[in-house]
């Protein structure tokens, strides 16, 4: 099975400092897209960001960014300046050939005043 | 644009009981997709559909879970009998085109269910 790993089950920031939220993944394909959606205690989940396999750059969206590391299989997340309405639950996910996301555990980010 | 709207929102049964849940996708998406979404854990893919046609349903439990999309917008998700291990949220997402992969799934509110 293709395996999405979030190894940090919680974190903790101050608010305006910058936080990296780790992923790593497993893949035999070439060709593959790496997305990132934050789920608030609302429950629903809100695109972030997105990087394609065979993108040269790492993907940028406003204060998110996307740390992509193609060697290690590694996807980070991280969040410039970061704000209390950043507290949420935030997933890695990984894209099969026909669409299907695989999610990993998940991250419990805390923002601190 | 509206977004992908769902109903209900919270549902609470008795195991052995059916519920069905319903999904209306962003307008013009053509694939649609149902997550189950345990406590603690990141959501898992139910079943997806292109237009009216099932991509993918391999972890569907068909014992008790059936979805529909008969005319290729709203969809329904049933499932009959209910476990207490059925307890979770519902998420619906959909995507704009027919070829799924590198396109963004937008995600509804989902729908809470609680077996007792």
């Known amino acids: 099975a293709q395996k999405i790993t979030q190894t940090q089950p919680g974190m903790f920031v101050q608010e305006k400092e910058a936080v990296t939220l780790d992923c790593t993944y497993d893949?035999?394909?070439?060709?593959?897209?790496l997305f990132w959606y934050k789920q608030p205690s609302s429950g629903e989940m809100i695109f972030l960001i997105y990087?394609?396999?065979?993108?040269?750059q790492n993907a940028t969206e406003g204060r998110y960014s996307l740390n992509f590391q193609k060697a290690r299989k590694s996807a980070n997340l991280v969040i410039s300046a970061s704000q209390l309405g950043d507290s949420a639950m935030y997933f890695c996910?990984?894209?099969?050939?026909?669409?299907?996301?695989?999610f990993g555990q998940g991250t419990i980010l805390t923002v601190h005043p | 644009e509206a977004g992908v709207a769902q109903s209900p929102r919270y549902k609470i049964i008795e195991k052995r009981q059916s519920v069905a849940f319903w999904c209306n996708p962003i307008?013009?998406?053509?694939?649609l997709y149902w997550y189950q979404q345990i406590l603690g854990q990141g959501p898992k893919l139910l079943i997806q559909?292109?237009?009216?046609?099932?991509?993918?349903d391999s972890q569907l439990p068909k014992d008790r879970f059936s979805a529909e999309r008969l005319k290729g917008v709203d969809s329904t998700l049933k499932i009959q009998p209910a476990k207490l291990e059925d307890s979770a949220v519902y998420l619906c997402?959909?995507?704009?085109?027919?070829?799924?992969?590198?396109?963004?799934?937008?995600f509804g509110p989902g729908t809470r269910l609680l077996v007792l």
């Open positions: 559909f292109q237009n009216n046609g099932v991509v993918d």
């Open positions: 307008s013009g998406h053509a694939t």
């Open positions: 996910a990984r894209d099969s050939s026909y669409g299907k996301l695989t």
């Open positions: 893949t035999s394909d070439p060709s593959y897209g």
């Open positions: 997402a959909s995507s704009l085109g027919g070829k799924g992969a590198r396109e963004t799934q937008y």
């Open positions: 990087q394609g396999s065979y993108d040269q």
